[in-house]
């Protein structure tokens, strides 16, 4: 029988290039599994983290089967991001991506006696060949979801096809209620004394469906004529056990849990599940925690998952990889759509190996995930634009969702777009669905501007499913002020941007999924912004999700019907002035408000807010929302001047976006009318920025606007290079189009260097 042996514990591990060792490494550090080597570093606002090559080291016995023939394999849950795997000495295998399950064999290799020694190359440096190339997250290195040792018998279930679980199961529902359940098992070395049992469990663990087919063609469909669905609000699941039979001898067994569901996208009204229209709006999610980096273990995806039902949401962006199988078997237990993915993200490498690697990644993805019934979606890629468009990146993603159709062609593919992808062009019907990164509001361009892009959108395409699969802006809880603005990474100006999407998007429920950048704060070393380096602080929970944000309130009273009642602004606790502005957010028809318990007024609810204007007492004053049989207090303190800490120590000028890197041109005349050139040979608006940059006085121009934030030093570099001038203008918001033709004359007078 297979017997599977965790052996995450006492490895010894070398934060450095130490070779292969010929003996144990005992002087090495002893570390448990699940590691990472960037736990602090990944996120300590130093601007960079160690991405290298590091070794780690275990000894264990060889596992003994009672038959004779035995099979002994090697199991990595994931090794960033690259990994070398050797066994006494002698290399098994080498894997390419930080993100999946790889499994060896090594039974010729382990002793029959004694202690066996199992090394791992683990490394993260950067390379042209392995995704993610470049992205706006940190790429923790490590053995960071655990090593397992599998014993079977010779006849198995398949453990090398790409890291799956030796199943492939296929529920359908049918319309006189029950459903078909398709199912194909992988066996290894099994001769026509094999047979293959399927049993079909209800949540109960009662059997409610049998076969047997032979271990020579062991694909089969089963029928159960009464079937209950797979739904956001009752998951129900059933488990189908697969037994590999030798006459009346069970020799390998292995199991599945499976929903059965139907889904369909209608580009005129949204998402349906099971046939009933139902709006998707939820959260993306990164993997990793404050000095935990992306270590995590299995209760801790499932609080996350929790975290996220708690909020109201139905659906779940993973980004931008393939995530544990904890959370995966969180999310088919509580009920979400979930949208999974590989890491080609904002930048193509043109070697081609980097594009079997992709290849590579997303069938790992589709083999290792396909019986998870949350999963509905299979994204190609992320905001890949930013690093230019060629027919080659083009012919990649078609090639992509080819390959996906073959492997799986009961799921639907889809496609976050970067915000300045045009809306016409080749990056369009080439998968099912699409969606688009937008920030308007905090990166460029105005709040106002996101429900009319959609509808604008819509309009002309009416039949490509449109969705948002990034929105959102940082939120720092240490800001506030009486009127928050764009870039002042207020907590307030957080929550007021989600008031205002959570209305955009609730009044179009064609969108067929919304997903929120993001559910929770999480690390990447080349940010610096709000005076939080080292993060991305756009999450509605704190990266040690201890606090949720204001904004967080708003999307629940939106998205969970249970009943609730919030008073925004706790964190703001010292107030100045005599009147102010009492914000709360409920699901309810109305809020009645209390201060030091006296009566302020009853309001109903517009979009899920109340406002109240209230008189100020000196000193302390404790408020109550109460709206049915839901209540929230917190105590607010009236001051005559408020904490500096309230204000960002640096202020912007408050200008949207990249506008102000434009105000001042010099000589140039901001008024002249005569129309842009782009002459062959000579710089432009249209050329990048590392062409720019390769003529130092045009480079000093672009420089000085952009106030020295990006340039070769920049950590984000390597894609910010890509990007031509037009189009960082287009992210910055409404530059004046006089201060955009004075840029480009300017450019004109310089060489363009290849």
Partial sequence: MRNIININENWKFIQEDAGLPEQYPAHWKTVDLPHTWNAVDGNDGNGSYDRGKYWYAKTFETPKQPLAGGRVFVEILAASSEATVYVNGTEVTYHEGGYSTFRAEITDLCKEEGENLLVVCCSNIANDYVYPQHADFTFYGGLYRGVNLISVPNAHFDLEYYGGPGIMVTPKPTECGGATFEIEAFVKNADE??????????????????????????????????????????????????????????????????????????????????????????????????????????????????????????????????????????????GFAIWAEIPFISVMSKNPAAHENCRQQMKELIVQNYNHPSIMFWGLSNEILIGGISEQLVENHKDLNALV?????????????????????????????????????????????????????????????????????????????????????????????????????????????????????????????????????????????KTKKDAYYICKSYWNPEPMVY?????????????????????????????????????????????????????????????????????????????????????DDGNEGAANWFTAMGSVDLEDDAPMEFPEGKLSIKSTMGQIYKNSEAWAIVDKMMGGKIGPDAPMWAMLENFNIETLMGMGGEVPEAAVKALNKQLNKFDLVE
């Fill in 193 to 334: 004394n094999f047979t293959v049992q399927y049993t079909i469990l209800d949540e109960e663990g009662l059997e409610v469906a049998y076969a047997s087919r032979p271990a020579s063609a062991p694909k089969t469909t089963i029928f159960l004529p009464d079937a209950q669905k797979w739904d956001f609000e009752n998951p129900y699941l059933y488990t189908v056990v697969a037994e590999l039979l030798r006459r009346n001898e069970v020799y390998d067994e292995i199991d599945t849990r499976v929903g059965v569901r139907s889904f369909h996208v209608d580009p005129q009204k949204g998402f349906y599940l099971n046939g009933v229209l139902t709006p998707l709006r939820g959260v993306a999610r990164h993997q990793d925690r404050m000095y935990i980096g992306n270590a995590l273990d299995a209760e801790e995806h499932y609080d996350d998952a929790c975290l996220i039902k708690e909020l109201g949401a139905n659906t779940i962006r993973l980004a931008h990889y393939q995530h544990n199988q904890h959370f995966y078997d969180a999310c088919d237990e509580l």
């Fill in 567 to 651: 008073l925004c602004g706790k964190r703001y606790a010292q107030r100045a002035g005599d009147v102010r502005e009492i914000k709360v957010y409920t699901n309810q028809p109305s809020v009645q408000l209390y201060c030091n318990g006296q009566l302020v007024g009853e309001q109903a609810a517009v979009d899920h807010i109340c406002r109240f204007d209230v008189a100020l007492n000196e000193g302390q004053n404790i408020f109550l929302a109460v709206a049915g049989t839901v209540k929230d207090a917190m105590t607010i303190e009236k001051v005559e001047v408020e904490p500096e800490i309230y204000t960002l120590p640096v202020v």
């Fill in 405 to 545: 159709k073959e492997m799986d062609p009961t799921r639907l593919t889809t496609i976050a777009h970067v915000s300045f992808t045009p809306i016409d062009g080749p990056m369009h019907y080439i998968t099912d669905l699409e969606s688009y990164n937008h920030y308007f509001g905090w990166y460029g361009g105005k709040l106002e501007q996101n429900g009319p892009w959609l509808d604008n959108f819509h309009a002309q395409h009416p039949n490509i499913p449109i969705g948002i699969s990034e929105y959102g802006c940082e939120g720092i809880m240490t800001y506030h002020g009486p009127n928050p603005k764009v870039k002042d990474y207020s907590e307030d100006y957080q929550a007021l941007y989600h008031e205002h999407m959570c209305k955009v998007l609730d009044e179009r429920p064609w969108v067929w999924a919304t997903h929120l950048w993001n559910m929770f704060d999480f690390g990447c070393a080349a940010r610096d912004e709000g005076g939080v380096a080292g993060r991305n602080n756009k999450g509605l929970i704190t990266m040690d999700r």
